[in-house]
T-cell receptor, first 119, second 114 residues
Framework: GAVVSQHPSWVICKSGTSVKIECRSL??????MFWYRQFPKQSLMLMAT?????????EQGVEKDKFLINHASLTLSTLTVTSAHPEDSSFYIC???????????????FGAGSRLTVL | AQSVTQPDIHITVSEGASLELRCNYS??????LFWYVQSPGQGLQLLLK??????LVQGIKGFEAEFKRSQSSFNLRKPSVHWSDAAEYFC????????????FGKGTTLSVSS
């Protein structure tokens, strides 16, 4: 089945530094990927929709200059948390939709998540 | 407004007992409906989904869910819970239009007692 890989799964960084998280679709192409953020004991909040070859679409309240998204190929989207601060500490999960038609067209596969801790 | 409500924040069930997790949705169009399970520190695993047809859908690990349009509900059930089922369960709704994100409920934490 479809597999989405996220890297790194854990990252600790100092305040003020930038961190890049990769999301790869391993065995399928994904024109569209989604980035979610999950606080402890909370639900998944959609941050942005990542589209291959074009700018990401950010949800209201998400700082596009803080959370840079690049979808450079059909199998890779990256989320860069710039000038990270402790309040950016969270669990970041990406998901990808396989590029195919039919009733399964909107089935998303989720990555295992990346836990960011900013000291 | 599009939303998903999971009324129960935390449920404790005895091992071997039956389980029902509630999910209600508000959506402008006919939705796709999903249940995901998340173990601590892990990503999401799809349990089952409803697109159309039979309103009772079977999923993995012995789970099933029933879509009730009149009640805007998609409750998850399992006849006999195992200790390994303890996890966080999320109900989600999405558009039939491809390329749209899912909207998640706040989740229900399931604890299983022996």
């Amino acid at each position: 089945g479809a597999v989405v890989s996220q890297h790194p799964s854990w990252v600790i960084c100092k305040s003020g530094t930038s961190v890049k998280i990769e999301c790869r679709s391993l065995d399928f192409q994904a024109t569209t990927m989604f980035w979610y953020r999950q606080f402890p004991k909370q639900s998944l909040m959609l941050m942005a929709t990542s589209n291959e070859g074009s700018k990401a679409t950010y949800e209201q309240g998400v700082e596009k200059d803080k959370f840079l998204i690049n979808h450079a190929s059909l199998t890779l989207s990256t989320l860069t948390v710039t000038s990270a601060h402790p309040e950016d500490s969270s669990f970041y999960i990406c998901s990808a939709r396989e590029d195919r038609g039919g009733s399964g067209a909107n089935v998303l596969t989720f990555g295992a998540g990346s836990r960011l801790t900013v000291l | 407004a599009q939303s998903v409500t999971q009324p129960d924040i935390h449920i404790t069930v005895s091992e071997g007992a039956s389980l029902e997790l509630r999910c209600n949705y508000s959506y402008g169009a006919t939705p796709y409906l999903f249940w995901y399970v998340q173990s601590p520190g892990q990503g999401l695993q799809l349990l089952l989904k409803y697109f159309s047809g039979d309103t009772l859908v079977q999923g993995i690990k012995g789970f099933e869910a029933e879509f009730k349009r009149s009640q805007s509900s998609f409750n998850l059930r399992k006849p006999s819970v195992h200790w390994s089922d303890a996890a966080e369960y999320f109900c989600a709704v999405g558009a039939r239009q491809a390329g749209t994100a899912l909207i998640f409920g706040k989740g229900t934490t399931l604890s299983v007692s022996s």
